[in-house]
């Protein structure tokens, strides 16, 4: 009985020295707490939100939503700092120029899309909407030629300037959607000829950007599987068609936005 009890005691002793010379290199191995989100949202109307409503009247003609994909982030990630900065319309010198004013080294992440106004994304579908088939088909011609000669060059300038301004910041870059699900349900506007080039159109765009954005360390959210099944002509459609306003035509719908890019994004980032 002796022995046994002294034996336990010994055993008890030993766990409790064991442990507690574990504990130290326990404690050194938990994590440090993440630093501070400090968030900047750059880019064109998809990123502004143009299309969604509830614009912010101080944001004038950049048509800032509360519910575009940038400010759904903030609300359910409440990052530290928060720079809104996208506007309706921007192409890449834009950005460039006029949007890069909140990056600095203390930036954590930074989010765009941009390219499709570069590319004439609207003069395109004017074309297409205004002149028929054959206009349709040359005006997505040139807007293919211009995605593979010229705007590689525009994004590498625009991707360099990020990281210059914000050389700590993960910046996601996210693509564009094909606007249109062929033989779907719609009855009028332009021919199903006409939308599938558009949307071919759309994915020389997105892969585009991608591999820009990948050559350059960004991560891509690739926003097209989100938005299959929710394209013009579908039942479901997360974009808008020829509409009034005009300039939310072909743009993300409120619940584009979230279903849409927020939910590639907060996969992403």
């Given amino acids: 009985m002796r022995l046994r009890r002294w034996a336990t005691t010994a055993a008890t002793a030993a766990l409790v020295i064991g442990v507690t010379a574990l504990a130290p290199a326990s404690a050194a191995q938990e994590p ?13 109307s998809y990123s502004s939100g143009a299309g969604a409503g509830s614009y912010d009247d101080a944001s004038g003609d950049c048509r800032r939503s509360a519910v575009a994909y940038p400010e759904l982030w903030a609300d359910a990630n409440s990052p530290a700092s928060f720079d809104f900065t996208a506007c309706a319309g921007a192409r890449t010198d834009d950005v460039v120029e006029d949007q890069l004013g ?25 074309a297409c909407v205004l002149s ?26 625009t991707y360099r300037a990020i990281r210059d301004r914000a050389p700590n910041a993960e910046v996601v870059v996210l693509g564009y959607p094909r606007l249109y699900q062929l033989n779907g349900t719609c009855l009028f506007g332009i021919s199903e000829e006409s939308r599938a080039a558009v949307n071919g159109a759309a994915d ?66």
Avoid at 34 to 43: D, E, R
Avoid at 103 to 113: E, P
Avoid at 215 to 224: E, K, L, M
């Fill in 204 to 269: 020389n765009l997105s892969e585009t950007i991608g591999k820009r954005a990948a050559d350059h360390g960004f991560t891509y959210g690739d926003v097209r599987p989100a938005f299959t099944g929710h394209e013009i002509c579908s039942t479901d459609s997360w974009l808008h068609s020829l509409t009034l306003p005009v300039g939310d035509s072909y743009h993300p719908t409120a619940t584009g936005q979230r279903g849409g890019y927020y939910a590639v994004l907060e996969n992403l980032a």
């Fill in 132 to 157: 028929g088939t054959s206009a349709c088909l040359g005006a997505v011609a040139t807007a293919n030629a211009y995605i593979t000669d010229t705007l590689p060059g525009q994004l590498d300038t």
């Fill in 32 to 44: 440090s707490a993440a630093a501070p989100t400090s968030y900047v949202a750059l880019g064109d």
């Fill in 102 to 126: 909140p990056l600095d080294a203390d930036t954590t992440l930074v989010t765009l899309s941009i390219g499709g106004n570069d590319a004439g994304f609207g003069t395109t579908m004017q």
